[in-house]
């Protein structure tokens, strides 16, 4: 792995990339590679025909490469990256579309994994019961902020990073812990009520007359149903 991080802006990319299996065997990669697809078969589950068939097209998307050593199946993969960064905006739509439509992979992905963290935690130690976070919170943050929140939790968690690749860096009873960052904008917050100002205009004494639609109530200026308000 000699990359830190690929950025995905090919739609076919973003798209192979939301396979499930896919995102298994990146992640795979990155923690115990290389691996061949006999080996990453055994660790998943999954057919050593279908993990061919997946390593090579992440392959295809330069997710994945071929390590140095064996023949066909017995040939091991490698990750080219710790990490894998996609935009959170586009101006292009197909690019935009199957952008989310990764995001919403990964988030089913991380939902899952968060699932059977929660229904297993009776099995770890006290220690880790107590230490694991479960919990969220409300802030109210311009976009501006929390774009400065994301680079101040980016380099605190830059601190620990060398552990992952330094295991002489682990203290004694150190593990391998999965730290979510999700932040959105809370859609089910109803909008402030709007309360008139001292020089807004007062209402008219007369509608406008039902011949005479009043701007905005005319059909024509409605958006049609291929029109989206932008």
Not at 33 to 42: K, N, Q, S, Y
Not at 162 to 182: C, H, M, N, Q, Y
Request: proline letters at 9%; a negative charge.
């Amino acid at each position: 792995m000699t990359e830190r991080q690929i950025q995905l802006t090919d739609p076919r990319a973003l798209r192979a990339y939301a396979h499930p299996t896919r995102m298994m065997l990146t992640g795979l990669l990155r923690r115990e590679g290389p691996l061949t697809a006999t080996r990453a078969a055994e660790l998943t589950g999954e057919s050593v025909a279908s993990c061919s068939y997946h390593l090579r097209v992440l392959a295809k998307f330069g997710l994945v490469e071929e390590a140095e050593g064996g023949h066909g199946r017995q040939k091991p993969w490698r990750a080219t990256a710790r990490f894998t960064d996609w935009p959170g905006y586009s101006d292009d739509p197909a690019v935009a579309e199957a952008a989310n439509a990764l995001t919403v992979a990964v988030a089913e992905n991380y939902f899952q994994k968060m699932t059977k963290a929660l229904e297993t935690r009776r099995e770890l130690s006290r220690a880790w019961q107590e230490a694991e976070q479960f919990g969220d919170r409300w802030l109210y943050l311009t976009p501006e902020e929390l774009t400065a929140l994301s680079t101040k939790v980016d380099e605190l968690l830059e601190t620990f990073a060398d552990r992952d690749t330094d295991p002489a860096l682990r203290p004694d009873g150190a593990e391998r812990v999965s730290f979510l960052r999700i932040a959105f904008l809370d859609r089910d917050t109803p909008a402030p009520a709007h309360h008139p100002a001292a020089d807004d205009p007062a209402p008219a004494d007369d509608p406008a007359p039902a011949d005479d639609p009043a701007p905005g109530n005319d059909p024509a200026d409605q958006p049609g149903p291929d029109t989206a308000e932008e």
